[in-house]
């Protein structure tokens, strides 16, 4: 039995040919060509930049989508005109998806 170090996982790769990897959940399939536009695209400047914006924008819009959705749920638990509306509508809803 080998012993891993803290905090480490060994992921189960399965090889299902030369060019065909299974890593659950993903499916890798490796091509020349496919190669070689990364191999570009890593050299590129606009690659970097592309890789700074993101990481600086993926959390800022979470944290937008959080609060969007904690709002709308606070609002729907505390008007009574929103859970009015949820009232008049559920049975619509229901039917609408049985059939």
């Known amino acids: 039995m080998t012993l891993l170090p803290a905090g480490t996982a060994r992921r ?3 090889r299902l040919g030369e060019n065909v990897e299974l890593r659950f959940p993903l499916i ?3 091509t020349k060509r496919a190669s070689a536009v990364f191999e ?3 050299r590129s400047r606009f690659a970097g930049a592309f890789g ?3 990481a600086i924008a993926l959390p800022l819009l979470a944290g937008v989508a959080a609060y969007f959705l904690l709002t709308s749920m606070t609002l729907m638990l505390t008007r009574p005109e929103a859970q009015q ?3 008049e ?3 619509r809803l229901t039917s609408c998806s049985q059939g």
Do not use: D, E, K, Y
Request: glycine share 6%; no cysteine; charged share 20%.
């Open 85 to 87: 509306v949820q009232r």
């Open 52 to 54: 700074l914006a993101s």
């Open 28 to 30: 890798i399939i490796r």
């Open 12 to 14: 189960r790769r399965m």
């Open 89 to 91: 509508q559920a049975p």
């Open 40 to 42: 570009v695209l890593g």
